[in-house]
């Protein structure tokens, strides 16, 4: 069965803290991407990747990074978290190509305070 | 303007009774079109791709007007699992990259 994981459901972070999302994959995808959604606004994407090593940059990257060293890996990184990134974090993976679903781990709900 | 705009309802719907709804998207260039469900506090989970002849699958039926740019999902005979988020995806690229619609709400009542 399909399955991505995400390191934590819930998490409460102080402003100015250093935040470490984590996904992982068990479906040898070549695509991960990270996604944020807030009401009103639906899923944006942050940042994704085709391969390891590999990023580009979505539609709201600004005070976001990535890591993908490992193919079923992929890290989103908060530098210096603020109150206005306080969201639903959801990671998903596909293969590469366009037209293919897209399965999504459950969800980091982050509250910076 | 978002590049894919659905009514975020919440549509009602008697038990047994059919719901239908919209979304369009602003780039003529996308290549494919899909219809994800997701339900309270939940991740978004594919429901139906979209075909250009249209298609069904059980009580669903997606169709898509490219000439007018829009998306159509129809669910006949509503069951209360069938309470949700729906969110219009369109991808627009050859690498997989998807653009969400911020979903339409359906509550279906006994």
């Known amino acids: 069965d399909v399955k991505v994981t995400q390191s934590s459901r819930y998490l409460v972070k102080r402003t100015g803290e250093k935040v470490f999302l984590e996904c992982v994959q068990d479906m040898d995808h070549e695509n991960m991407f990270w996604y944020r959604q807030d009401p009103g606004l639906g899923l944006r994407l942050i940042y994704f990747s085709y391969d390891v090593k590999m990023k580009e940059k979505g539609d709201i990257p600004e005070g976001y990074s990535v890591s993908r060293e490992k193919k079923e890996r992929f890290s989103l990184i908060l530098e210096s978290a603020s109150t206005n990134q306080t969201s639903m974090y959801l990671c998903?993976?596909?293969?590469?190509?366009?037209?293919?679903?897209?399965?999504f781990g459950p969800g980091t709900r982050l509250t910076v305070l | 303007r978002k590049e894919v705009e659905q009514d975020p309802g919440p549509f009602n719907v008697p038990e047994g009774a059919t719901v239908a709804f919209n979304c369009t998207y602003s780039?003529?260039?996308?290549?494919?079109f899909f219809w994800y469900r997701q339900d309270c506090r939940k991740e978004p989970k594919l429901l139906m791709s979209v075909y250009s002849s249209g298609n069904e699958d059980g009580r669903f039926t997606a169709q898509l007007n490219r000439a007018s740019q829009y998306i159509s999902l129809l669910i006949r005979d509503s069951k209360l699992s069938d309470s949700a988020t729906y969110l219009c995806v369109v991808n627009e690229d050859s690498w997989g990259k998807l653009q969400f619609g911020a979903g339409t709400q359906v509550v279906v009542t006994p």
């Open positions: 780039n003529s260039a996308s290549q494919s």
């Open positions: 998903a993976s596909s293969y590469s190509g366009g037209g293919n679903e897209q399965f």
